[in-house]
Structures are given as structure tokens and as C-alpha cells.
């Protein structure tokens, strides 16, 4: 009996041992994936507050809280199954993808930048949304919001992928699930930050204390 129960002991410090070291290889492929998918994440989001932009203030949080649902959505309803469907049965094909997203996001820069120094399609736009209620306004910037973002995401993802790639199934698809909740929650956490700037600095404007005034005049100008 005695001996049957300490097998058992044995047994179950042999698993916690294995679940241990699983959740330590988690960790560390997705921080490995997380830090190789940065340069993305900044673009998502130096990308996202525009979207908010022209919109009444207390509409903002809860529209980026609406695109950051459209990004985990994104991220494991559709992208982490397909990643790993891919990963599967067409390895090869991670690297074309990835190539045809930068290509993608570069086109976008670039048109970007030329309508900026041009000043074409601004016009047309504002007209465009004069026509529009509010909420229409808001359901086109959140879908536009989360379009662009799964562009992003599969860059993300496949990159991610790509640092995982050596790693069991099992492993992948955890790696991936935590560098999908990790980077959605920070990249929407700085983004409501970003956009919430100029209502903390004036929040903390007109407190008594001086160096705390200077600085949120500071983040308001």
C-alpha cells in the first residue's frame, strides 16, 4: 500500500516536472516569436489612433476596444489555425506569405505618404463621411481598423511561426495563442494610452503639485 502510494507521489512529480518545462518552453518561444514580431507591432501601433481621429472623445476607448476584439478575433479564430494548417502541410509557404504582406504594407506606406505630400483623396473622404451618421462613421473606421490589422497580424503570426518552427504542435500553437493575447493587449493598451494623452495631461495639469503640472502640460503640448 505504502509503496503503491509513493509510486503514485512519483508519478505525479514526474508529470508536474514535464508541465513545468512545457510551460517553460511556452514562455520562451513566445518570447523568442514576441521579440522577432516587434517591428510589426510598432507599425500596429503607430497605425491604430488614426482611427479615432475626428471622433468624439467619449467614443474613443470604446472603439479601440472594438478593434482590439476585431484583432483577437483575427488573430485565433482565423490566422493561428491557418498558420499551423500551413505550417503542416506547406511549410514552405510561410516565407511567400510573409514577402507579400511587407509588400502589401509598403504599397500602403507609400500611398500613405503621397496622399499626405499631395494632398489627394482627403477631400474626397471628408465629403464622403459629411454624408454618414455617426455610428455608420464609426462602424467604417472600426472595419477599416480591423482590415488593415489582420494584414498586420498575419505578419505577426507567420513570423511568430517561423521562430516556433522547431518546437512541437503543442508548443506552436500555445506560443502562438500567448504572443496573440500579449501583443494585441499591449499594442491596444499603448494605443488607448496614445489616444487618452492629451486627457491625463490636462488631468494632471491642474494638480497642485508643480513638477507633476509641468509634466502633464508637457504631454499636452
Keep these: 500500500m505504502a509503496?503503491?502510494?509513493?509510486?503514485?507521489?512519483?508519478?505525479?512529480?514526474?508529470?508536474?516536472?514535464?508541465a513545468a518545462a512545457s510551460a517553460d518552453d511556452i514562455a520562451a518561444a513566445s518570447m523568442k516569436a514576441s521579440s522577432k514580431a516587434m517591428g510589426v507591432v510598432?507599425?500596429?501601433?503607430?497605425?491604430?489612433?488614426?482611427?479615432?481621429?475626428?471622433?468624439?472623445?467619449?467614443?474613443?476607448?470604446p472603439i479601440i476596444w472594438r478593434i482590439a476584439k476585431g484583432s483577437l478575433r483575427n488573430k485565433l479564430l482565423f490566422l493561428l489555425p491557418g498558420a499551423l494548417l500551413l505550417s503542416a502541410l506547406l511549410p514552405w509557404i510561410i516565407t511567400p506569405i510573409?514577402?507579400?504582406?511587407?509588400?502589401?504594407?509598403?504599397?500602403?506606406?507609400?500611398?500613405?505618404?503621397?496622399?499626405?505630400?499631395?494632398?489627394?483623396?482627403?477631400?474626397?473622404?471628408?465629403?464622403?463621411?459629411a454624408d454618414q451618421t455617426p455610428e455608420e462613421i464609426e462602424n467604417q473606421k472600426v472595419g477599416g481598423a480591423v482590415r488593415t490589422d489582420l494584414?498586420?497580424?498575419?505578419?505577426?503570426?507567420?513570423?511568430a511561426l517561423a521562430e516556433v518552427s522547431d518546437q512541437s504542435f503543442a508548443t506552436q500553437a500555445a506560443a502562438l495563442v500567448a504572443v496573440s493575447l500579449l501583443i494585441t493587449g499591449g499594442v491596444y493598451g499603448v494605443v488607448a494610452l496614445i489616444v487618452k494623452m492629451d486627457d491625463i495631461g490636462l488631468n494632471l495639469?491642474?494638480?497642485?503639485?508643480?513638477?507633476?503640472q509641468a509634466f502633464g502640460r508637457g504631454l499636452v503640448t
Design 3 to 18: 509503496s503503491g502510494l509513493v509510486a503514485l507521489l512519483d508519478d505525479v512529480a514526474a508529470i508536474a516536472r514535464l
Design 42 to 61: 510598432v507599425d500596429d501601433a503607430a497605425v491604430t489612433p488614426k482611427y479615432v481621429s475626428g471622433l468624439t472623445p467619449a467614443r474613443e476607448l
Design 98 to 129: 510573409l514577402m507579400l504582406g511587407g509588400l502589401y504594407l509598403s504599397y500602403e506606406g507609400a500611398e500613405k505618404i503621397i496622399e499626405m505630400v499631395t494632398g489627394h483623396g482627403h477631400g474626397t473622404e471628408d465629403a464622403a463621411l
Design 151 to 159: 494584414i498586420l497580424s498575419a505578419e505577426i503570426m507567420a513570423i
Design 205 to 212: 495639469a491642474a494638480r497642485r503639485n508643480g513638477t507633476v
